[in-house]
């Protein structure tokens, strides 16, 4: 696969409903948050986080130093233009 063809893929997917769902929810936070748990609770998968990184839908924002294994992140301009 060339370069600009990863880039093409990269561009013309959607993210899946979860991840939309997750992504929606960093547009209204200060600095575009993504949260780290869904709306019942539950911690995001670390699939869905790690897509939306992949995508460059999402962005690593800071470590958590509380749990360093969780994934701080925040929606990209790219995430965003994704979802509206």
């Known amino acids: 696969m ?3 063809d990863k880039t093409k ?3 013309n997917t959607k993210p899946s409903k979860t991840q939309m769902e ?3 929810r960093g547009i209204s936070q200060a600095g575009g948050k993504l949260p780290l748990f869904d709306t019942e609770g539950q911690r995001v998968g ?3 986080v790690r ?3 992949e995508k460059g839908w ?3 924002w800071f470590s958590n130093p509380i749990k360093p294994d969780w994934l701080v992140c925040k929606i990209t301009e790219t995430g965003r233009k994704s979802v509206s």
């Open 2 to 4: 060339k370069n600009s």
């Open 9 to 11: 893929s990269k561009t």
């Open 22 to 24: 997750w992504l929606k």
């Open 46 to 48: 670390e699939s869905t």
């Open 51 to 53: 897509t939306c990184i």
């Open 58 to 60: 999402a962005e690593p």
